[in-house]
């Protein structure tokens, strides 16, 4: 029986659907496979494939809570990222289950749930947290070298979550969130009413900034979260709302090149029921 939506959500895989080649490469069955991270009733935190039918394929167990996914398009292996303020990254083989690296966040620094592997798998991108100073930064990490952190670019903004590559495999899209926090105080928001967040395009060779959008200023508490990008290089946005409960701003928006973000409403129905 196929698995329905309710199904889905229990299992907590809100996470990524690998392409055929991956499904074949790591299965051998050349049926699309979903991966993503869940938590049980007994607090356990699993790395988790099932098959569309809802079929449960590999469980990695987890040391704290996982957040995103992010697939190596060269090999069978993925990276499973700890939701933030979380110090580590696993790399999993998705052909056996094993967990080849641990890499942990270094002195200053703790992962923000997220990160991409370049086009041709030999660095990992992880958006990261230097919070002592509250910047943003990209950490930047040797697949070829056990992973061992080579180098970090400025995000360009505060609370990096999401972060994809375009279609040219050299900029990179940040989901700058615009929300400061510590790992001391791991779930305070500390800046609210000042928040910046944008969505900054950067070039991974250099680290400098391409060009930055952000909400207008009435919804500057739209946290920008998670992002995908489309083949063309158009930027798909879903936003959190920071601010007054009785406000009911858009939570979608689209960017494409140089165009200023445009915000998507959902049938006021919908709307109040999205946060």
Not at 103 to 129: K, M, W
Not at 172 to 186: C, K
């Amino acid at each position: 029986m196929a698995i329905d939506r309710r199904a889905f959500i229990r299992l907590g895989l809100g996470g990524l659907l690998l392409g055929p080649a991956m499904a074949m490469a790591g299965t051998g069955a050349g049926r699309q496979r979903l991966l993503g991270c869940r938590s049980d009733d007994r607090g356990g935190h699993f790395l988790s494939m099932v098959d569309v039918d809802g079929g449960r394929l590999m469980d990695v167990a987890l040391p704290g809570r996982g957040h995103g996914v992010a697939v190596d398009p060269m090999q069978r292996r993925a990276a499973v990222f700890a939701r933030r303020p979380g110090t580590f990254v696993w790399i999993v083989d998705l052909a056996s289950g094993q967990v080849s690296h641990r890499i942990a966040a270094v002195s200053g620094r703790h992962f923000y749930g997220h990160g991409q592997f370049t086009p041709d798998g030999t660095r990992l991108l992880c958006s990261e947290n230097a919070y002592a100073s509250g910047e943003g930064v990209i950490g930047v990490y040797d697949a070829g070298n056990s992973y061992r952190r080579t180098d970090e670019l400025p995000s360009h903004g505060v609370g990096p979550h999401e972060i994809r590559l375009l279609a040219d495999g050299n900029t990179l899209v940040i989901a700058n969130g615009g929300i400061r926090t510590h790992p001391d105080l791991p779930r305070v928001k500390s800046n609210l009413a000042g928040m910046r967040p944008n969505l900054a395009y950067v070039d991974v060779a250099s680290g400098r900034l391409l060009q930055r959008h952000e909400p207008e200023e009435q919804w500057h508490q739209l946290s920008i979260r998670h992002i995908d990008v489309s083949p063309d290089d158009r930027v798909a946005v879903a936003m959190q709302f920071e601010g007054r409960p009785e406000l009911f701003p858009p939570l979608i928006a689209i960017q494409h090149g140089k165009q200023p973000m445009r915000l998507l409403s959902a049938p006021d129905a919908v709307q109040r029921r999205l946060r």
